[in-house]
């Protein structure tokens, strides 16, 4: 079965930091380019950061250099590191696998459950 399953969140104050695990089974990981998004109510789901098969990450502007994103293949994760955490970061922080599996006709993406961050005094 094709799963990613993200732990990692919580909640913490302003400046602090934490640590977003994804761990992927159904043997997609290393094939995928690996990210994290995130989406706050009623607004849409935006691109956090990624990194390649390669290992070549790419983040997006709203990180502003405090998050870092790494992946493990022996242990199919991928962490988002998270630092300088602010209020405006709140949000379901979710994991995807890009271009997914297989289906036989084509790919289909791979979304995780979400993990909620909370940043908060």
């Known amino acids: 079965q094709v799963r990613l399953v993200e732990s990692g969140g919580g909640l913490v104050q302003p400046g602090g930091s934490l640590r977003l695990s994804c761990v992927a089974s159904g043997n997609i990981f290393s094939q995928n380019t690996m990210g994290w998004y995130r989406q706050t109510p009623g607004k849409q789901r935006d691109l956090v950061a990624t990194i390649s098969t390669s290992d070549s990450p790419y983040y997006s502007t709203l990180t502003k250099g405090r998050f870092t994103i790494t992946r493990h293949n022996a242990k199919n994760t991928v962490y988002l590191q998270m630092n300088s955490l602010e209020p405006e970061d709140t949000a379901v922080y979710y994991c995807?696998?890009?271009?997914?599996?297989?289906?036989?006709?084509?790919?289909?993406?791979?979304w995780g459950q979400g993990t909620l961050v909370t940043v908060s005094s």
């Open positions: 995807n696998a890009s271009p997914g599996w297989f289906t036989g006709v084509g790919y289909q993406e791979v």
